[in-house]
């Protein structure tokens, strides 16, 4: 079965470091999605990217944040001065008809 | 705005149905999807319902929808150890002009006792 494959799966980095999470999505999916979990909290919709751009955010992501599509197979969600609160568990996802998400990567800001 | 509610925690015990309730808000969701996390890993979808529907039957998962009353339930038939986790519900609208983002509750934590 598809899936969407991220890595690593566990990022520790100090505070004010740039990190970079990677994602493949499905091959065939045209949607693509960053949630985040902070630990024992809902999880939050970051941004949406279609057809090669933006095409919702909320107001998580905040100019620290970027994506991008660099390639035909990876997306990656970058931040550029992580902050202590950026601690949490981030999810990719890619949407066909339903969403499938990747198993996650734990970030951990020290 | 839109909201997703669940009630935090059940406790069934191992054999028993276990019935996991949610409401949402938005009377515009087109679909509605629960979803299974247990502990450290991903979200794994267990199952979606279009919001035309009212029940979806898939193996021991139930789905009921309730759209007057923005009420959606999942039932897991014969709960067993392995189904403890934290099953959220989930909402979306998917049209021309929606991504379709998702709304999640903060999920419900199924303790399956044996």
């Known amino acids: 079965e598809p899936e969407v494959t991220q890595t690593p799966s566990h990022q520790v980095t100090q505070m004010g470091q740039e990190v970079i999470l990677r994602c493949v999505p499905i091959s065939n999916h045209l949607y693509f999605y960053w949630y985040r979990q902070i630990l024992g909290q809902k999880v939050e919709f970051l941004v949406s990217f279609y057809n090669n751009e933006i095409s919702e955010k909320s107001e998580i992501f905040d100019d620290q944040f970027s994506v991008e599509r660099p390639d035909g197979s990876n997306f990656t969600l970058k931040i550029r001065s992580t902050k202590l609160e950026d601690s949490a568990m981030y999810f990719c996802?890619?949407?066909?008809?339903?969403?499938?998400f990747g198993s996650g990567t734990r970030l951990t800001v020290v | 705005g839109e909201d997703v509610e669940q009630s935090l925690f059940l406790s069934v015990r191992e054999g028993d149905s276990s019935v996991i309730n949610c409401t949402y808000t938005?009377?515009?969701?087109?679909?509605l999807y629960w979803y299974k996390q247990e502990p450290g890993a991903g979200l794994q979808l267990l199952t979606y319902i279009f919001s035309n529907m009212d029940m979806k039957q898939d193996q021991r998962l139930t789905v009921l929808l309730n759209k007057k009353d923005k009420h959606l339930s999942l039932r897991i038939a014969d709960t067993q150890t392995g189904d403890s986790a934290i099953y959220f519900c989930a909402e979306t609208l998917i049209d021309g002009g929606s991504q379709g983002n998702l709304i999640f509750g903060k999920g419900t934590k199924l303790s399956v006792k044996p």
């Open positions: 996802a890619s949407r066909d008809l339903g969403y499938t």
């Open positions: 938005d009377s515009s969701s087109t679909y």
